[in-house]
């Protein structure tokens, strides 16, 4: 009598050949739940491409692939393998907005740590690996780790297309999402090879070798396949951007701009409150912080009585022959310096910082290659006293400035900034002019009065109009003021001077 050609209790997918054994580390994974499927005369069947890519998504996503005792041929493996790198590369290509020329080199970096996955998966297998296990796991693997490669990308595809907002720059968030995304991959990684490999520490170290490899290569060698391509004529025709250039003449010359500045310095008058000012500006990478820098350098000079009377300390590629670097230890020599020609009881020092600032209440400062370290309120407010100063008007401009208010208010201390503890400022990117805090305090409403609150006062609605009028996404930046009791009358005293100096101008 002859044998049935089917066993209800068979693998569907292979009625001929028993179930595979149930996975020790994935009860789930006992047998497949794909549709039956009649033996056919050329033997067991095999799942086509899109059912191979069905189950690798399936593994992305943590549950166990479906296969039961099918293999992939050869054809299947290469359109899988193909179809996965067209993806990649048209999804990499949108990091780059504009022409871009592809790096072959880049993209074989990229897939050093797959083949060498492949060989520890053969070793892993064991006898397996010669039955079909290892193509399996190869096809299965393409579109697994799909989904977290191109969740990667997304980053730079807004980057280059958009912006990235301030608070993801200034925060721990890229960081955050790397480790995520590192786990995912890490989980993907053991429960797809676990499906195939019955020793548990054999799994371990597939796992362990496979992501620390995959790691360190694109820690040490890059991995972006596309660059922006320049080699267009108005491309070639645009200027570079300048850099800073460090060599011996370069240190030399900064300590002779050093000296200069300082020996400008002009000493207190007997009995006259005096004006003096410390403007810093660390963050070389963009333009509107020397600009920004420049004109409140400018205001104070022209407005506030304090020629011979104001440093200027910026970091930017065209200013090393002209101005001293913004760089903490300058910024505390600075203040030493301007000690020792205040009135300390008498005399008022302005501060005005501009910069990006982090939510972690840091001042970004940037002047590559020079290492240069991040400015916080409390090496300021350290500075300033050990200096002695008394009376001090400070503005910060920058995001999540408020958090410096705590730190710098005292009884004698005007602290004003560009937003609060929560919230970004605006206008302080490539393309502005000046920041939406600068602009309205010192050139527009500095030029009117003497009055540090009035010109607040009067600043703050014209910021909140203009950042609904740009669509700022993350609410009105709420700029901040502390005046500080013995602060006011010296202020009072110094605007009356001030104004008085003025209307003679005036009549003259």
């Known amino acids: 009598m002859n044998e049935p050609l089917s066993d209800p209790n068979a693998n569907p997918l292979n009625p001929v050949n028993p179930p595979p054994e149930q996975d020790e580390l994935w009860p789930d994974s006992q047998s497949p739940r794909l549709p039956p499927v009649a033996l056919t005369a050329q033997g067991p069947f095999t799942l086509g491409i899109w059912q191979w890519w069905v189950q690798g998504l399936r593994t992305s996503v943590l549950l166990a692939p479906r296969f039961g005792q099918a293999r992939p041929n050869a054809l299947q493996a290469l359109v899988v393998f193909l179809s996965?790198?067209?993806?990649?590369?048209?999804?990499?290509r949108l990091e780059v907005a504009g022409p871009a020329s592809?790096?072959?080199?880049?993209?074989?970096?990229?897939?050093?740590?797959?083949?060498?996955?492949?060989?520890?998966?053969?070793?892993?297998?064991?006898?397996?690996?010669?039955?079909?296990?290892?193509?399996?796991?190869?096809?299965?693997?393409?579109?697994?780790?799909?989904?977290?490669?191109?969740?990667?990308?997304?980053?730079?595809i807004v980057a280059a297309h958009a912006s990235m907002p301030l608070w993801w720059e200034m925060s721990y968030a890229p960081l955050v999402v790397y480790l995520l995304l590192l786990a995912w991959?890490?989980?993907?990684?053991?429960?797809?090879?676990?499906?195939?490999?019955?020793?548990?520490?054999?799994?371990?170290?597939?796992?362990?070798?496979?992501?620390?490899?995959?790691?360190?290569?694109a820690w040490q060698l890059p991995t972006q396949f596309w660059?922006?391509?320049?080699?267009?004529?108005?491309?070639?025709?645009?200027?570079?951007r300048p850099e800073l250039q460090l060599s011996q003449e370069t240190f030399e010359t900064q300590q002779a701009v050093w000296e200069a500045a300082v020996n400008n310095l002009v000493g207190s008058r007997p009995g006259v409150g005096e004006v003096y000012g410390l403007v810093f500006a660390p963050y070389a990478s963009e333009d509107?912080?020397?600009?920004?820098?420049?004109?409140?350098?400018?205001v104070l000079t022209e407005r506030f009585d304090a020629k011979q009377r104001v440093l200027h300390l910026v970091n930017h590629a065209t200013t090393t022959d002209t101005h001293p670097w913004a760089t903490p230890l300058n910024l505390n020599r600075a203040?030493?310096?301007?000690?020792?020609?205040?009135?300390?009881?008498?005399?008022?020092?302005?501060?005005?910082?501009?910069?990006?600032?982090?939510?972690?209440?840091?001042?970004?400062?940037d002047h590559w290659p020079l290492l240069t370290e991040p400015v916080t309120p409390q090496m300021l407010r350290q500075?300033?006293?050990?200096?002695?100063?008394?009376?001090?008007?400070?503005?910060?401009?920058?995001?999540?400035?408020?958090?410096?208010?705590?730190?710098l208010a005292s009884d004698t201390t005007l602290v004003m900034t560009a937003a609060d503890a929560t919230h970004t400022s605006y206008g302080c990117g490539k393309l502005s002019e000046l920041t939406f805090f600068g602009r309205a305090l010192f050139d527009e409403q500095l030029r009117q009065t003497h009055s540090f609150e009035q010109a607040f006062a009067n600043a703050v609605p014209v910021i909140q109009a203009r950042e609904i009028e740009a669509g700022k996404a993350d609410g009105f930046s709420n700029p901040q003021i502390a005046v500080g009791g013995q602060t006011a009358p010296v202020l009072r005293a110094l605007e009356k001077r001030l104004g008085a100096i003025a209307s003679q101008a005036g009549s003259k």
Request: charged share 15%.
């Open 84 to 92: 996965v790198v067209v993806i990649e590369l048209f999804v990499s």
């Open 102 to 156: 592809f790096d072959v080199q880049s993209w074989l970096v990229y897939w050093v740590p797959s083949a060498t996955s492949v060989w520890l998966a053969w070793w892993a297998m064991g006898d397996r690996a010669q039955s079909g296990w290892l193509a399996a796991w190869f096809v299965l693997s393409l579109p697994a780790y799909l989904a977290a490669t191109l969740l990667g990308h997304l980053p730079g």
């Open 185 to 217: 991959v890490t989980a993907v990684t053991a429960r797809l090879i676990a499906h195939f490999v019955r020793p548990v520490w054999r799994v371990a170290v597939f796992v362990i070798v496979s992501v620390a490899l995959a790691v360190a290569l």
């Open 227 to 240: 660059h922006a391509d320049y080699s267009d004529t108005e491309a070639v025709q645009t200027p570079e």
């Open 288 to 298: 509107v912080f020397l600009r920004e820098s420049t004109l409140v350098a400018r």
């Open 335 to 365: 203040i030493e310096a301007l000690a020792e020609r205040m009135d300390l009881e008498r005399d008022v020092l302005v501060v005005y910082l501009t910069s990006h600032g982090g939510s972690d209440f840091k001042l970004a400062s």
């Open 383 to 407: 500075a300033l006293d050990e200096a002695g100063i008394v009376h001090r008007v400070i503005m910060v401009s920058a995001c999540y400035s408020g958090g410096w208010v705590p730190p």
